[in-house]
C-alpha cells in the first residue's frame, strides 16, 4: 500500500512537472526524484516480500492495508515538506526575498 | 532493517563523484569558450555532471522517504547506535543480510534505471546533432 501510494504521487508529480516543463520555477521536478526514487526502492522490498510470501503477499489483512496507507500518507506529506522547505529556501520567483525586504 | 543504507552510500560517492566531473566541465567550457563550434556542442549535448545530478536526486530522494518509514517502524532510534538492529548481534547479522541482499538490490535497480535513462538521452541527443547539419 505504502508503494502504491507513492507510486501515485510519483506520477501525479511528473505529470505535474510535465505540463510545466521546461520550465520548472515550482521545482516539481524534486517530487518527482523523491517519490520515483522512494517508488524503485519500496518496488524492491515488495519483490522480496513476495518471494517470501508468495500469493499471501496481496491479501493483506485489513488493518495492515491502513498502516500501510497511513504511512504512504505520510511519506507523501514529508515529500512535500522538503519540497517546499527547498523551494522557499531557494525562491526561485523571488517572492520570499521581495516580502522580507519590501519597503513600507 | 537498515537496507536504506546502501543507497546511501552510493549517494555519498555519486555526489562527490559529480562534484568532481562538474568541476573539470566548468575547467573545459572556460578552454572552449572561445570556440563557436565547442559553444554549440554545448548546447545539444547534455553534461555528465547534469546527468550524474539525476541519479543523486534519485537516491538521495528515496533514501530520505524510506529513512522515514524505518523511523516509522522503530528500526532508526534517535539514540546510539541509531539502529535499533545494532545492539544485539543475531538482529545485528539480520540487518547485515538484509543489507546485502535488499539494500544492494534497491542501489541496483534505482542506478540501472540511471542507466536506461542514460540510453533513452543519448539517442536523444544523437537525433539532435543529426537534425542540426539538415537545418543548417
Known amino acids: 500500500m505504502t508503494l502504491l501510494t507513492t507510486v501515485f504521487a510519483a506520477i501525479i508529480s511528473t505529470v505535474i512537472w510535465y505540463r510545466n516543463a521546461p520550465y520548472d520555477e515550482m521545482k516539481t521536478g524534486i517530487l518527482c526524484w523523491m517519490y520515483w526514487g522512494a517508488s524503485l526502492m519500496w518496488l524492491v522490498d515488495a519483490i522480496y516480500e513476495y518471494r517470501e510470501l508468495g500469493a499471501e503477499y496481496f491479501i493483506p489483512a485489513p488493518v495492515d492495508m491502513l498502516n500501510d496507507f497511513y504511512l504512504g500518507l505520510s511519506v507523501i506529506a514529508l515529500g512535500l515538506i522538503i519540497w517546499l522547505g527547498i523551494l522557499l529556501i531557494s525562491d526561485p520567483k523571488g517572492v520570499v526575498r521581495a516580502a522580507l525586504f519590501k519597503n513600507r | 532493517m ?27 567550457a572556460a578552454l572552449k569558450g572561445a570556440n563557436d563550434n565547442g559553444s554549440l556542442e554545448m548546447e545539444n549535448r ?91
Open chain 2, 2 to 28: 537498515a537496507c536504506f543504507l546502501v543507497p546511501v552510500a552510493e549517494a555519498v560517492v555519486t555526489t562527490v563523484i559529480t562534484k568532481v566531473v562538474e568541476s573539470k566541465e566548468n575547467k573545459q
Open chain 2, 46 to 136: 547534455i553534461p555528465f555532471s547534469r546527468k550524474l545530478k539525476w541519479l543523486n536526486n534519485l537516491l538521495w530522494g528515496g533514501s530520505a522517504l524510506l529513512a522515514f518509514e524505518h523511523l516509522w517502524h522503530g528500526e532508526i532510534v534517535p539514540w546510539f547506535p541509531f539502529l535499533s538492529a545494532a545492539s544485539d548481534s543475531a538482529a545485528a547479522s539480520v540487518m547485515l543480510s538484509e543489507m546485502a541482499t535488499v539494500g544492494v538490490s534497491m542501489a541496483a535497480l534505482v542506478t540501472a534505471v540511471w542507466g536506461v535513462m542514460l540510453l533513452v538521452t543519448n539517442v536523444m541527443e544523437k537525433r539532435v546533432l543529426k537534425a542540426q547539419p539538415d537545418s543548417n
